[in-house]
Each structure stands twice: as structure tokens, then as C-alpha cells.
């Protein structure tokens, strides 16, 4: 099982997360994030493991960057290359309204093609893609919508842009590019 080579480690994002049955949960403290992970499994009717920060290791070093954990984090969930060119694709377009965006991005945080296989902090994709978005302001909406897996793009600048495109193959009904 993959742990943190420090134990008392706090990740280079500064925020602790796991996901379980499709519910993704995170939190700056550590205990309070194995309890909210108790919780996940307590919702579901199942017996919470006795290490419960076990799990969440092992969770987590699927995604921290090599040399964080025990074992080396693996091969990418996500092609990275093509989400940064996808991304940055986009830098210099029109921008759209912030109370349209910070809309967007609520739509996108309960959409079940937010791929949370990335720690967004951890790799810096977050403010790499705020400061190409004409260095739109981060808003706390920000800190809880990844990569649109059918985009390959990030989703806070797909929301960013005033005209992204129609959405493509593989976004589901509830997807806000549907209804521009």
C-alpha cells in the first residue's frame, strides 16, 4: 500500500481529498478529512476501513507528484499534454462575464465528467490556466472543478471563455455547453 514517506506530510497543495463511489471530499486538516471519508462510507451502508488514512493515502499517491509517497505515483490518469494544449488553446479569448462563469463552474462541480484524478494545486494546471485566461481572478469555485475529461481541457478556463464551442461527444445532458 502506497503511503506518504513523512507521515505527518501535508500534501503540496495543502489539502488532503478522496473519492469513494463517485463523491469526492477534501479538507486541509487531516482529521477532519478521515472523518469526512468515514462519512462516504457510513452514506453508502459500509463499514469505514479501521485505517481510514490508510485509504486515503493510497488514494492520494495515485496523484502527488513521484518521491511524495512510498511508491511512485504511476502513469498519468490523464493525458497532461493534451489537457495543456487543449487549454492553452484557448488563452486570448473573449472572456465572458464573472457572474456567468462562477455559474458554469457550479454546473461543472456536480458534473460527473469533472475528472478529480488530479491533485489541480499539486501540478500548478489551476494557476497556469487563471494567469492564460487573461489572469481572470481565482474564485472559490475554482478549487472544486479539474479537467472536462470529454474536453481534455481545464474546466475553470472552459468556463472562462465567453464561446468555448459546443460541447463535445461524451458531456452529459446537465453540460452548460449545451445550452450556448
Not at 502513469?75 to 489537457?83: G, N, W
Not at 475554482?142 to 470529454?150: E, G, H, K, L, Q
Not at 481534455?152 to 452548460?176: H, K, M, Q
Request: with cysteine; glycine share 8%.
Amino acid at each position: 500500500m502506497a503511503r506518504f514517506r513523512i507521515q505527518s506530510a501535508v500534501p503540496p497543495c495543502g489539502k488532503f481529498f478522496f473519492e469513494f463511489d463517485g463523491e469526492y471530499v477534501e479538507s486541509g486538516n487531516r482529521a477532519e478529512l478521515c472523518e469526512l471519508a468515514r462519512g462516504l462510507y457510513r452514506k453508502r451502508g459500509r463499514v469505514p476501513p479501521v485505517d481510514i488514512f490508510g485509504v486515503v493515502m493510497e488514494h492520494m499517491c495515485r496523484t502527488l507528484p513521484d518521491g511524495f509517497c512510498t511508491e511512485p505515483s504511476g502513469p498519468p490518469l490523464l493525458d497532461v499534454a493534451k489537457v495543456k494544449s487543449n487549454t492553452a488553446a484557448m488563452f486570448g479569448s473573449r472572456i465572458a462575464n464573472p457572474v456567468v462563469v462562477r455559474e458554469r463552474l457550479h454546473v461543472c462541480m456536480a458534473c460527473p465528467m469533472n475528472d478529480r484524478a488530479s491533485c489541480p494545486s499539486c501540478s500548478g494546471l489551476l494557476e497556469w490556466a487563471l494567469a492564460g485566461m487573461g489572469g481572470r481572478t481565482r474564485i472559490p469555485a475554482d478549487d472544486f472543478v479539474y479537467v472536462c475529461r470529454p474536453a481534455l481541457a481545464f474546466a475553470s478556463a472552459l468556463a472562462t471563455v465567453d464561446n468555448p464551442g459546443p460541447a463535445p461527444d461524451g458531456c452529459p445532458d446537465s453540460c452548460w455547453r449545451r445550452n450556448l
